[in-house]
DNA sequence: TCAGAGTACATGAGAGTTCAACTAAAATGA
DNA sequence: TCATTTTAGTTGAACTCTCATGTACTCTGA
């Protein structure tokens, strides 16, 4: 039998789908103005911009970015055309490719987080008390260990 | 000055990401194989089939599916296509268009539920407390009620 | 009553994502 | 050692989304 969602469970299903799509446009409508890009590809050169040497293994940085594999490739690819990723075939692994942040990347990346982390605070943590932070942060991370397998 | 978050606040934000994506993968995933939609068309069908006479001016179902009306637009021709949706001429205003949920549409609505919402429980309810759901939904309905305008 | 402004929706191009191949290089193990 | 399997990554096609633009209709006020 299927358990339907009760009234309250269907509204905060509701609000919750629409409060992550409102974020994730906010996100992205900064990014793309500010910078050129979506949030995706934000995601993968802070994540390079974290890793020893600024350079990451193409699978590793997929699991850091929260991407897949292909997405990832195929936004490797137009990050290495705009000049700000660079790819390097891994010496210790023939079937490994490595992506380098170039300093480009990183000046790119440096000049736009600021306004980046303005919207995720307008967006997000200044709408909620530090309470709801708290219990929000315990929410998400149960949500993660539980999914992520 | 910016205010960049600081670690707990990094945590929390990355978390609320991971956690948002991973919900939207399974929920597409899940759509995508038993009904082959995206779960934006799926809102969209459920939009319209609470509507009086299931059907609903393609504004307002934009703005009830939280759809753009361009993406509202393809996607109805889409699923017009797939004889799930019809659009009629609006009698009241020579502009307006007027989504109709045919009859397959309802049936494939109702054969797709169960799946949908059990993959909702289980990618959420199921993992929180009865106290986080509660949380969730008053930090969501405070996202929604300020990005929302 | 009619010109101008605003609204409703569609459409096409460009960009990103997914999925299913596909290539190439390890690892496995008999 | 060699065939098989597994892993890393890329690629192309199909699809969705966004953004800008276009078309048609309605509303406004002089």
Redesign the interface.
């Known amino acids: 039998m299927?358990?339907?969602?009760d009234p309250?469970?269907q509204?905060?299903?509701r609000?919750?789908?629409?409060?992550?799509?409102?974020?994730?446009e906010?996100l992205d409508r900064q990014l793309q103005r500010e910078a050129g890009m979506p949030h995706t590809y934000y995601?993968i050169l802070v994540a390079l911009s974290e890793a020893p040497g600024r350079s990451m293994r193409m699978s590793e940085l997929a699991a850091r970015a929260?991407s897949s594999q292909s997405r990832l490739s195929h936004a490797v690819a137009r990050l290495e055309e705009r000049g700000w990723v660079r790819r390097e075939r891994c010496p210790a692994d023939g079937r490994g490719n490595i992506a380098v942040l170039t300093d480009e990347g990183f000046a790119t990346l440096a000049a736009t987080?600021?306004g980046h982390?303005?919207e995720?605070?307008r967006?997000?943590?200044d709408?909620?008390t530090r309470e709801?932070?708290r219990?929000?942060?315990?929410?998400?991370?149960?949500?993660?260990d539980?999914?992520?397998r």
């Open positions: 299927t358990r339907w969602l309250d469970e509204q905060t299903w609000d919750f789908l629409a409060a992550g799509q409102l974020i994730n906010a995601m929260q987080a600021p982390v303005e995720v605070r967006s997000l943590f709408v909620l709801q932070v219990e929000l942060g315990a929410i998400c991370s149960a949500v993660r539980t999914l992520e």
